[in-house]
Antibody, heavy 123, light 105 residues
Framework: QMQLQESGPGLVKSSQTLSLTCTVS??????????WSWIRQPAGKGLEYIGR???????NYNPSLRSRVTISLDTSMNQFSLELTSTTAADTAIYYC???????????????WGQGTMVTVSS | IQMTQSPSSLSASIGDRVTISCRPS??????VGWYQQKPGKAPKLLIY???TLESGVSSRFSGSRSGTDFTLSISSLQPEDFATYYC????????FGQGTKLEIK
């Protein structure tokens, strides 16, 4: 059973770049087609899709974050990563990585989740 | 695409049946999933393709569509069902509803 684990700094200074890594275990990232994604959740609030990357390196980003987001893939390390530039306090949230096998049934995205990691952006 | 979820909170008793709704801002076919999130945990997929139960999920959960509205129903509420629920559309990009917090009355 595939498992995901987020890692990275829990504190980022405002205006700097937030960088997180999601490590995949239990199966190879190359064992079929997958979408590898990031979602975030500010404390006490709802879920926001950040973006995804597929095994070919094709990306899709939330239009509201597109200018600041980069998601990349390193299948040799069984990892994918998130970079979010020009951070502000509004980027303070729990960041989750999630994945699903494609093609997926409608509505069956974000099938497998990491446990999440809290990132605080401080001034 | 926006997903308008209602109600934002709901109080119910053990054994009750409850329903939560989501209305998309445009047509999305059957591209709807429902997730359950407990405090301090990642969301868990319950239902996809509007009404298909994810493997291992209790049959007390069901999904349906009426017109443009999508509904999650939970029958015979159990203590472990008190959580926050989110709908998701993945017809065009990905949008979650605002969430419904289900609390014990």
């Amino acid at each position: 059973q595939m498992q995901l684990q987020e890692s990275g700094p829990g504190l980022v200074k405002s205006s700097q770049t937030l960088s997180l890594t999601c490590t995949v275990s239990g199966d190879s990232m190359n064992s079929g087609g997958f979408y590898w994604s990031w979602i975030r959740q500010p404390a006490g609030k709802g879920l926001e899709y950040i973006g995804r990357i597929d095994n070919s390196g094709n990306t899709n980003y939330n239009p509201s974050l597109r200018s600041r987001v980069t998601i990349s893939l390193d299948t040799s390390m069984n990892q994918f990563s998130l970079e979010l530039t020009s951070t502000t306090a509004a980027d303070t949230a729990i960041y989750y990585c999630a994945t699903w096998k494609v093609p997926a049934s409608p509505g069956r995205s974000f099938h497998i989740w990491g446990q999440g990691t809290m990132v605080t952006v401080s001034s | 695409i926006q997903m308008t979820q209602s109600p934002s909170s709901l109080s119910a008793s053990i054994g009750d049946r409850v329903t939560i709704s989501c209305r998309p801002s445009q047509a999305i076919g059957n591209h709807v999933g429902w997730y359950q999130q407990k405090p301090g945990k990642a969301p868990k997929l319950l239902i996809y393709e509007t009404s298909t139960l994810e493997s291992g999920v209790s049959s007390r959960f069901s999904g349906s569509r009426s017109g443009t509205d999508f509904t999650l129903s939970i029958s015979s509420l159990q203590p472990e069902d008190f959580a926050t629920y989110y709908c998701l559309q993945d017809f065009h990009d990905y949008t979650f509803g605002q969430g419904t917090k289900l609390e014990i009355k």
